[in-house]
């Protein structure tokens, strides 16, 4: 243990480097926006500005919204108008995640923004919504100390390039593929 704390000890003097990060929680598991949630709790309790989008998710009745809709410094936002499988409306689909990137943008710009959570976001560049491009222009161009928090399936190489921390996180089993329905509290 005392080699173990060494090593550490000498990792924790090496890192000096202080930065807004650009967090990707990526797989085909259940949790990524979950993790995202947690994180958006503990910025809230350092007294940080923050502030949600989501992109696909068209309800708001979720529990993480109705926890957080009445914290102070955070604004939260529910832009998508469900499931792509839901709406069935390609070109709806399209004009909600261009409204929603429209909103981003102005708080990728806002220096008072700490965190900013994209959830649901890795949809919106794979069915060609968004471009990849102005996507990675726009996080290049955000305040530096701002961090950003990306969730969804299918996080594409240039966004993965481009984060600081990637989580892919994995499907062992799910409840709903022995017929559980999804519960309140666990799924939404």
Known sequence: MQ?????????????SIAKGLLVIHTGTGK???????????RALGH?????????????SDTGEEAFFR????LSWHVMGDGFTW?????????????????LVCGYLQDETINLLILD??????????LTIEEVTEALHQRPSMQHVIITGRGAPDALIELA????????????????????????F
């Open 120 to 129: 649901e976001f890795t949809y919106a560049l794979k069915y060609g919504w």
């Open 31 to 41: 949790g990524k926006s979950t993790a995202a949630f947690g994180t958006l709790a």
């Open 164 to 187: 600081d921390t990637v989580s892919e996180i994995h499907l062992v089993k799910h409840a709903f593929s022995n017929g559980v329905q999804a519960m309140p509290g666990i799924e």
């Open 86 to 102: 839901e709406t069935q409306d390609a070109e709806r689909d399209h004009a909600s995640a261009r409204k929603a990137w429209e």
């Open 3 to 15: 080699r173990k704390k060494a090593v550490v000890d000498a990792k924790i003097e090496s890192a």
């Open 47 to 59: 007294g940080m500005k923050a502030a949600v989008v989501q992109f696909i998710k068209g309800r």
């Open 70 to 73: 009445s914290a102070p410094n």
